[in-house]
């Protein structure tokens, strides 16, 4: 499966770090929640690690091959990404959408088989948006676009998911539903999420390791028991924290 090493990286959004030297190794199965303030640089070290903008300084190594000079084609086969905000530039079927998925695949004049087909109503169909495939995609609400976005992913089966609030739009039913199904192929086929998220119970649940942006570039990773006690998330946040036993481990409550 698919390793990023990201070594001495250094992301900066105009004057503001956003790390300084990370050292980082994504392996197959693990399942990695970014957490931090808004404004901290998520979204940006996200944009970074997918090579879709360049690190001020330091290497990322996709299975070893320095990502920028990888054929797009290449990198497209084994990172997919879910940027926090569908833009739909032209009118398109749900059906359309989600066998997107498939052209790191394709030749350039080729064009879907049955096979492809297959994949992309699979992926509707552990979505729950199965029966919807000739809708337009102008037509669906916030949380059926965000589903429909992780069912193109799902189509394009990827090794490394790199996923900027997979749970936005999304009620409470559908935000289990979708990180149980993300968590389940993970650990079924080895593949290896960095989630960026905001619900910090969420990714408790659903993630085994924690990178931990605080802003002027200092980070910190590791373990739940390694980085989220309570002062250090008060750290992070800037805001009284609390904790209670709920039935799945330890649940965190803002004081």
């Known amino acids: 499966m698919a390793q990023l090493e990201i070594s001495g990286l250094d992301v900066h959004i105009g004057n503001t770090a956003v790390c300084r030297g990370l050292d980082l190794r994504l392996g197959g199965g693990e399942r990695w929640a970014i957490l931090g303030r808004n404004g901290a640089g998520k979204t940006t070290l996200l944009h970074t690690l997918a090579g879709l903008r360049r690190p ?3 290497t990322l190594l996709l299975d070893g091959t320095a990502l920028d000079t990888l054929p797009r084609r290449h990198v497209a086969r084994q990172v997919g990404v879910l940027l926090q905000d569908h833009l739909d530039a032209f009118p398109a079927s749900v059906m359309e959408t989600a066998l997107i998925g498939r052209h790191p695949y394709l030749g350039s004049l080729q064009w879907e088989g049955p ?3 297959a994949l992309a109503r699979d992926a509707l169909r552990a979505v729950g ?3 919807l495939e000739d809708r337009n995609v102008a037509t669906l609400s916030g949380g059926e676009r965000r589903r429909l976005g992780i069912a ?10 790199l996923l900027d609030e997979p ?6 039913h559908q935000q289990i539903r979708i990180l149980d199904l993300l968590q389940a192929r993970s650990q079924a086929e080895g593949k290896t999420l960095l989630l960026v998220m905001h619900d910090l119970n969420l990714a408790l649940r659903y993630c085994n390791r924690f990178l931990l942006l605080f802003g002027a570039g200092k980070t910190a990773q590791g373990s739940a028991d390694d980085v989220l006690t309570r002062s250090t998330l008060e750290h992070l946040y800037g805001h009284p924290m609390h904790t209670l036993d709920g039935p799945r481990g330890p649940v965190w409550l803002p004081g």
Do not use: C, E, I, K
């Not at 193109?152 to 998911?161: E, F, I």
């Not at 749970?167 to 409470?172: E, G, K, Q």
């Open 56 to 58: 001020d300084q330091g």
């Open 115 to 117: 096979a492809d087909y």
């Open 129 to 131: 948006l199965d029966g």
């Open 152 to 161: 193109t992913l799902l189509t394009q089966d990827p090794a490394l998911w």
């Open 167 to 172: 749970t936005n739009h999304l009620d409470v």
